[in-house]
């Protein structure tokens, strides 16, 4: 079977995103731009990945880390001149070499293998990507022979009048017989309007040597959209973001509003699930069946079981159980793991804690570095004081304890199971199982007292 090789393209500067981040790290729906070229390559089963890197170089490097191999092209002289600083690694294998920019996230897995496959059955040394646009402008035009056979690509700037009429584009994305293509690429010049050394010249050479130059359309043009400032990223977003809402309709998920709904690329959500609007599902959230989420839930890096409900709510880097209640307007943070059937109700905080089954927050209240047992009722007000000043220390709360509102618990401190503890208690010792716990003043009252103190106004 053939190898298959890659070279991205990734070392321009990217001026026009007005941006301290090298373009092909910007996210899209949560994930970097390269990454949606990068992924497919390798699930495509490709031998070698060369990525071209000049400006900002080192932070693409460590971002691709181990995935790819890196060629530097230290002065940017067109995009022949970046894929000959491949040749060192790839002139001397046999197989088929695609050719892609950075730049472009939105060419699907399936439209790389088709352009593979069209390549190989059609015997040609060379095949490129194109797409039909409504409005061409700027892209190179695609000039084809009587037969079908691609003749040549001009570029925007060196097209005359009559081939700016064409409407099929090179969308920059090649496939090359590998050995052709370095052969080519010595002859390419810069004699052209930009005086750089231009990739689509390889066609011509290679056409004038008597091999054949394919082309195969992609069948969505909204695929060959670059991104180069951020306008584009925002169309880009948008395209990705519809493609993974429509993925999770498909797999049986219910989106209520999929114009106000916000899902990245990694996300995994089980069947019968129903998505209200304005909720963000981002990083690896993986929520189970037939749980309801939002309005306005925002989770980040979540794993949400069957049945859970979500309202309103902030969530990170925790697990929600099973049939397990949050919200509205609770923060979960990261580190923490609400039982079966628990619940974290209005404005509760819960940050690096074990809430276990059926353990109830209902309103009001901060939890955390705690761990909660089973079937504990914590009141409204209630505090696990965590921090002094130095250190975070332990709250443990056993099975079955109760503890009433406006409670602070003053870490480290245990409350024994089924103990009691009576409202605005300020609990500083360990409270043995079965015990009523009352930590406050004694109350004082004042007969007339009060028409002293109206005196004083």
């Not at 730049?103 to 797409?131: C, G, I, W, Y």
């Not at 977003?237 to 114009?259: A, C, F, Q, S, Y």
Request: with cysteine.
């Amino acid at each position: 079977m053939e190898k298959l090789y890659a070279v991205v393209l990734a070392a321009g500067k990217g001026t026009r995103m007005k941006s301290k981040v090298h373009k092909v790290l910007h996210p899209v729906c949560g994930k970097a731009v390269i990454d949606y070229i990068i992924d497919p390559l390798i699930e495509m089963g490709t031998e070698k990945r060369v990525v071209i890197v000049g400006h900002n170089a080192e932070a693409v490097e460590n971002h691709l880390s181990e995935r790819v191999t890196f060629a530097r092209q230290e002065e940017q002289l067109g995009t022949a001149h970046a894929v000959m600083q491949a040749q060192d690694i790839l002139s001397d294998q046999d197989g088929v070499t695609l050719v892609l920019n950075g730049d472009h996230p939105l060419f699907t897995k399936e439209t790389l293998e088709e352009l593979v496959r069209t390549h190989k059955e059609s015997d040609a040394a060379a095949t490129v990507l194109t797409a039909v646009l409504s409005d061409p402008t700027g892209y190179g035009r695609v000039i084809r022979n009587e037969d079908g056979t691609v003749d040549r690509v001009v570029e925007h700037k060196d097209a005359s009048e009559e081939e700016r009429t064409i409407r099929e584009v090179n969308t920059g994305t090649f496939c090359f017989d590998n050995r052709l293509l370095w052969k080519a690429l010595t002859r390419v010049n810069n004699d052209n309007a930009q005086g750089e050394y231009y990739l689509p010249d390889v066609l011509s050479i290679l056409k004038s040597e008597g091999n054949r130059i394919g082309a195969k359309i992609v069948d969505d043009p909204c695929e060959a959209q670059g991104i180069n400032n951020r306008v584009q990223l925002a169309e880009a977003e948008r395209e990705m973001r519809r493609r993974i809402l429509h993925r999770h309709m498909m797999n049986g998920v219910t989106l209520i509003d999929p114009d106000h709904t916000y899902i990245e690329a990694d996300v995994e959500i089980g069947m019968d699930t129903i998505i209200y609007p304005g909720t963000i599902l981002k990083g690896t959230t993986r929520i189970g069946a037939d749980c309801m989420i939002g309005p306005s839930a925002d989770l980040t890096d979540m794993h949400v079981e069957d049945g859970a409900e979500i309202r309103y709510s902030v969530l990170e880097g925790s697990t929600v159980s099973r049939t397990a209640k949050v919200g509205p307007y609770a923060y979960v943070r990261p580190g923490s793991s609400l039982g079966e059937n628990s619940k974290v109700g209005c404005f509760v905080d819960v940050k690096k804690s074990t809430l276990g089954q059926g353990s109830k927050v209902s309103h009001l209240g901060y939890i955390g570095d705690s761990e909660v047992g089973q079937n504990v009722n914590i009141g409204c007000g209630a505090v696990t004081v965590n921090y002094d000043g130095q250190k975070k220390h332990q709250t443990v709360i056993e099975d079955g304890a109760f503890v009433g509102c406006n409670v602070n618990m003053v870490a480290p401190v245990t409350i024994g199971k089924g103990a009691y503890v009576a409202a605005g208690s300020t609990v500083t010792e360990d409270v043995p199982e079965n015990s009523l716990a009352i930590a406050r003043q004694r109350q004082t009252n004042k007969p007339d007292y009060a028409d002293k103190l109206r005196k004083k106004d």
